[in-house]
Each structure stands twice: as C-alpha cells, then as structure tokens.
C-alpha cells in the first residue's frame, strides 16, 4: 500500500524523458483520478543541489533518518516532480516524519503560488 510521506523506490525518469537510475522518491499525493497516480519528488544523495528555503536535507542526525530508510545524508527536491503510476514503484525504504513532510508540502505550496 502506498500513502503519503512515504520514500518509495523506481527508475524517476530524466528531464528529457529518458529512463533514470533507481532512486528514492517521496510520495506527495494520490492523483484524483481513476488510475492509481501519484505526484511524488525526487531524493538524491547529490547535497549540492539543495535550493535554501525550497528543498529539504533530511541528515543522518535528524529523528526521522533512521525511519528514512536512506543510506546516507539526501536533499528532498521539490521542484523537481512526477506523476507515476503506483504499479512502477520497486518497494519502499521508509517515510519521513509529519511534520517533516508537512513542512515540505508547504515549501511546494508556497513555491508554486509564488
């Protein structure tokens, strides 16, 4: 079963829509539709990539890491996004905590209503 806050795994594709490499990805929402559709985001162990104010680091030293289930130090990328069907994810590693996951919903929110 899939929910939100979730850290699933699956090939998330490139920008130019090719194939990507095996990645974490946090689950966001379950798209209103009749198909099993879900905005998730990518995670990537990359921490040169994180935009202040709008992406998240989620630390070895942080209370939700180990719940995680990543290997090491990730940046959560909110701005960059995908809709997939449930059936492509290869399992789940772990979830992030609420009010991690709160607070990045509202980074998303607020970046897009800018």
Same mark, same amino acid.
């Given at each position: 079963?899939?929910?939100? =806050? ?56 942080? @209370? ?22 449930? @059936?492509?994810?290869? =399992?789940?590693? =772990?979830?992030? @905590? =609420? ?16």
């Amino acid at each position: 079963m899939v929910q939100e =806050g979730q850290i699933v795994l699956f090939p998330f594709p490139n920008t130019d829509q090719t194939r990507g490499k095996l990645r974490p990805a946090l689950v966001l929402r379950q798209c209103p539709s009749q198909y099993d559709d879900w905005l998730i985001c990518m995670i990537s162990s990359r921490l040169a990539q994180c935009i202040a104010n709008l992406n998240e680091i989620i630390a070895e030293s942080d @209370s939700d890491f180990n719940a995680s289930g990543l290997r090491q130090a990730s940046v959560i990328r909110v701005t960059r996004l995908a809709v997939v069907n449930r @059936s492509i994810f290869l =399992g789940s590693t =772990g979830e992030v @905590s =609420g009010n991690r996951f709160s607070r990045i919903k509202q980074k998303l929110a607020t970046w897009i209503l800018a």
